[in-house]
């Protein structure tokens, strides 16, 4: 199972401070998703350039050593956002990007997996990030209209050839990370989930089993979970924010989770890495573990 450096918080529950990505590299386990730096509909630079370029570097000085984007954003916008403000990046830094979406406007998404597309791909990230080496490198989203077989075969191919440490997939089912071991070593799976979506719980499992790092996009239901009355009353004993509950229940979930929590506001940033510091009791944990049951039902 992934995991690394374990604590003990008040309430005598154990849980995973560091998580290992492909078995060798340990980060600590909040990272930072960076695909709200860019503007309105996920397209171009936000109004407030320096903004953005000051939520990076905050971030890094707070200890987040996880940082994941993708060539879609923006597109390209927020990999070269990355660059500008960390370039040259600290020896321990992960920044974790994807290929295979395709934009055509503000809001508007598409996927070419298409092995030429992805290899082109990553060679345009190689570029706006400014390194040799890709350190974890995802298959943004599966492309029905391709075998599946030849996007992950895309990601062997960069993988054999040194452009990308370690591959990843995201918003793939179980039997899709099935087949995908089979082509090459799987280091991650990002797919929706938090604690009030759980559709995935399966393929967090086979994670687990695997020693895979399980990366949840929307950890915090991209604010939603305001509408989850359960994380009330745990927020108000512990003087912390609903946010902050979310993460501390994934966090203490599954020592296999990496959540990426994404903002453009430093408030909320700091916000959302205190998390880190908030232990559950069991009694919380069981009332928010009953959150979203039916629907993590394989």
């Keep these: 199972m992934p995991g690394g450096l ?16 492909g078995n060798a590299v340990t980060v600590k386990r909040l ?43 923006g597109p390209g916008v927020n990999e070269e956002q990355i660059a500008r403000a960390l370039h040259p990046y600290p ?30 791909a990553c060679e345009g990230s190689l570029r706006r990030l400014r390194v040799d080496r890709i350190d974890l490198y995802q298959l943004h989203a599966v492309d029905p209209g391709i075998p599946f077989e030849e996007q992950v075969g895309a990601l062997r191919t960069l993988r054999d050839a040194g452009k990308i440490r370690f591959a990843g997939l ?14 090459v070593e799987i280091a991650s799976v990002q797919n929706n989930y938090n604690v009030g979506s759980r559709h995935s ?21 991209g604010g939603d979970l305001v509408t989850l009355d359960a994380l009330a009353p745990v927020a108000k004993a512990h003087g912390a924010t609903i946010w902050q509950v979310g993460l501390a229940w994934l966090l203490g979930h599954s ?3 990496l959540p990426i929590p994404g903002t453009s506001s430093l408030r909320h940033l700091e916000e959302n890495v205190a ?11 069981a009332a928010l573990d009953r959150v979203a049951l039916p629907e993590a039902s394989p």
């Design 6 to 21: 374990f604590f003990e918080s008040d309430e005598g529950v154990t849980v995973s401070a560091t998580i290992a990505i």
């Design 31 to 73: 990272g930072f998703g960076a695909m709200r730096l860019c503007g309105p509909g996920i397209w171009d630079w936000p109004a407030d350039r320096e903004n953005a370029l000051r939520v990076l570097r905050r971030a890094v000085e707070l200890g987040v050593r996880f940082i994941d984007t993708a060539d879609s954003y």
């Design 91 to 120: 020896a321990d830094l992960i920044v974790a990007t994807k290929g295979g979406s395709t934009r055509g406007g503000p809001g508007q998404w598409g996927r070419d997996g298409r092995p030429e597309h992805l290899v082109a």
């Design 170 to 183: 995201s918003n793939v089912d179980l039997d899709q990370l099935v087949r995908a071991q089979r082509i």
């Design 201 to 221: 719980e399966p393929v967090l499992k086979h994670c687990e089993r695997a020693g895979i790092a399980f990366i949840p996009y929307f950890p915090l239901d």
């Design 255 to 257: 020592c296999a989770l």
């Design 275 to 285: 998390a880190e510091r908030l232990s559950l009791n069991d009694r919380e944990r």
